[in-house]
Each structure stands twice: as structure tokens, then as C-alpha cells.
């Protein structure tokens, strides 16, 4: 893995990272019109953008509701290892319905953010995973009654 101080990104860069987080299905010849660039030039960058691990991934980004999985909790877990222990961090990441886990400052040691069908579903989880983690001591649940907003977009400065 690169260390963050071998990347080092210019304008153009940043305007292929721009254009890629609003639509990652941008063609290689459209970048390349809009940045009055050659596409083998931005071929290039992109693939050093890929190679330095700034662009980590190409997803597709599902409607939970399509999918029946309308509930969104966040848990709050205190454990015994304390916040950040490689064990239970990856016990919870191995967790399906789990879609983000932070180590946390604070009364607690993670937080937790999962998405299930409904709550007995999300009762079902804590029961089938959460309370096998043998260093989860206690568990504080908050259930997501709207969502205002969520995303994943980084705000890209212009440089």
C-alpha cells in the first residue's frame, strides 16, 4: 500500500476524480473531451489514480428498498479489548449486514452501522452475530427513523 505522502494529485487529477465520483461509467474518450486531453493521456492517469489506490473501487449503488432492506441501525459496542482490536474488528466486518464499522473515542468502542429488513431481523443479528463475539461487552442500538442524507462522495477540492 502507497503511503498517503507518495500521493501527490494536481488539477488534473483532481478533475478526473471529479468527474469519476459523479459518474463512474464516464467513458475514456468523454474525460478525455471534457479535459481537452488525449484519451491515452487520461487512460494513464487513471490507472496511476488506480495504482496509487486513490481510486479504490467501481460500484454499482443499489435502492435498499428494492431489496426489502428498509432498516438502518447504529450500534454502539463496548469491548473488553478495548477500540481497534484486529480480532473483533474483523469478526465484525465479516458480518453480512454490517456495512460499516469505526473504532470510536469516547464510552464506546465502535460504531457500527448495519442495514436489515426490519426489526426482527435486526434482533435476529444481534442474537445470530453480535452476541458471539466473545470481547463484545455491551451493546447500545439506535434505529434510523428517516434518512436525510447519505453518500459516499468526497468533497474533491478544486486546487
Same mark, same amino acid.
Given at each position: 500500500?502507497?503511503?498517503?505522502?507518495?500521493?501527490? !494529485?494536481?488539477?488534473?487529477?483532481?478533475?478526473? !476524480?471529479?468527474?469519476?465520483?459523479?459518474?463512474?461509467?464516464?467513458?475514456?474518450?468523454?474525460?478525455?473531451?471534457?479535459?481537452?486531453?488525449?484519451?491515452?493521456?487520461?487512460?494513464?492517469?487513471?490507472?496511476? !489514480?488506480?495504482?496509487?489506490?486513490?481510486?479504490?473501487?467501481?460500484?454499482?449503488?443499489?435502492?435498499?428498498?428494492?431489496?426489502?432492506?428498509?432498516?438502518?441501525?447504529?450500534?454502539?459496542?463496548?469491548?473488553?479489548?478495548?477500540?481497534?482490536?484486529?480480532?473483533?474488528?474483523?469478526?465484525?466486518?465479516?458480518?453480512?449486514?454490517?456495512?460499516?464499522?469505526?473504532?470510536?473515542?469516547?464510552?464506546?468502542?465502535?460504531?457500527?452501522?448495519?442495514?436489515?429488513?426490519?426489526?426482527?431481523?435486526?434482533?435476529?443479528?444481534?442474537?445470530?452475530?453480535?452476541?458471539?463475539?466473545?470481547?463484545?461487552?455491551?451493546?447500545?442500538?439506535?434505529?434510523?427513523?428517516?434518512?436525510?442524507?447519505?453518500?459516499?462522495?468526497?468533497?474533491?477540492?478544486?486546487?
Amino acid at each position: 500500500m502507497i503511503n498517503e505522502q507518495e500521493i501527490i !494529485l494536481d488539477k488534473t487529477d483532481l478533475h478526473i !476524480l471529479r468527474l469519476m465520483q459523479e459518474n463512474a461509467r464516464i467513458s475514456n474518450a468523454d474525460l478525455a473531451r471534457e479535459l481537452g486531453m488525449a484519451p491515452s493521456g487520461i487512460l494513464e492517469r487513471v490507472k496511476k !489514480l488506480e495504482q496509487k489506490n486513490v481510486i479504490q473501487q467501481y460500484t454499482t449503488r443499489i435502492n435498499p428498498v428494492a431489496l426489502q432492506q428498509k432498516l438502518v441501525a447504529f450500534i454502539f459496542m463496548k469491548a473488553a479489548d478495548g477500540p481497534g482490536s484486529e480480532a473483533t474488528s474483523r469478526e465484525l466486518a465479516k458480518i453480512p449486514e454490517v456495512q460499516e464499522v469505526h473504532c470510536i473515542a469516547g464510552d464506546d468502542c465502535y460504531l457500527v452501522k448495519v442495514r436489515t429488513y426490519d426489526s426482527a431481523s435486526l434482533m435476529s443479528l444481534i442474537r445470530t452475530y453480535f452476541s458471539k463475539i466473545p470481547n463484545i461487552l455491551s451493546t447500545r442500538t439506535t434505529i434510523v427513523l428517516e434518512t436525510v442524507k447519505e453518500q459516499q462522495q468526497l468533497v474533491i477540492p478544486e486546487k
